[in-house]
């Protein structure tokens, strides 16, 4: 079975914090995905990445970063938090192509206070 | 470059069948659709590549125009498995992928 697995179901942080959400495939996927999830707004992409070490900005990059190290572990970085910021976070895998199936985690909810 | 789907929203009984719309101002090469059940992770559905073709999936069916840059997504006959957020995704040119505004499918007993 494949699997995505995100460290955190529920986050509870403060304004101002450093937070990190960690991602991790097993399928061997060259790509890896952060979304965020409103209502009304669907999933929009933060970052992806296509390889180890690199990445694209999605579109909205804004108060983000991402780290890919290790091919396997994809992390989201809120630098300082806002309150704005709190949503569901989903990250996802797939092989090299765009029209390659997408296979995601089970989110990360984040709430800002 | 987002996907409009259309309606955001939709009761059904069990039975009903319901057609979730998905359309673009781009070029497409291919719509994927997802569901989503609550408090679960977006499952993959089906994939539509160009040349009009029609899939299926059980009692749920998708159609791509690549003319009129749409996708629909048919469900018959509801059961209550089906609830759940729908998302379309759109493959543009250059490995651009854009998932939909979503669409909340609820059907009731």
């Known amino acids: 079975d494949v699997k995505v697995t995100q460290s955190s179901r529920y986050l509870v942080k403060r304004t101002g914090e450093k937070v990190f959400l960690e991602c991790v495939q097993d399928?061997?996927?060259?790509?890896m995905f952060w979304y965020r999830q409103d209502p009304g707004l669907g999933l929009r992409l933060i970052y992806f990445s296509y390889d180890v070490k690199m990445k694209e900005k999605g579109d909205i990059p804004e108060g983000y970063s991402v780290s890919r190290e290790k091919k396997e572990r994809f992390s989201l970085i809120l630098e300082s938090a806002s309150t704005n910021q709190t949503s569901m976070y989903l990250c996802?895998?797939?092989?090299?192509?765009?029209?390659?199936?997408?296979?995601f985690g089970a989110g990360t909810r984040l709430s800002v206070l | 470059q987002q996907p409009v789907q259309s309606p955001q929203a939709v009761i059904l009984r069990e039975g009903e069948d319901a057609v979730i719309n998905c359309s673009s101002s781009k070029a497409l090469y291919s719509v994927h659709w997802y569901r989503q059940k609550h408090g679960e992770a977006p499952v993959f559905l089906m994939i539509?590549?160009?040349?009009?073709e029609q899939k299926g999936h059980e009692k749920i069916s998708a159609s791509f125009n690549e003319k009129k840059q749409q996708s629909s997504l048919y469900l018959t006959a509801s059961q209550l498995s089906y609830s759940g957020t729908y998302f379309c995704?759109?493959?543009?040119?250059?490995?651009?992928?854009?998932f939909g505004t979503g669409t909340s499918l609820t059907v009731i007993p």
């Open positions: 996802a895998s797939s092989r090299q192509g765009a029209e390659d199936i997408q296979y």
């Open positions: 539509l590549l160009k040349g009009g």
């Open positions: 399928m061997d996927h060259e790509n």
């Open positions: 995704g759109t493959e543009l040119s250059g490995n651009q992928f854009y």
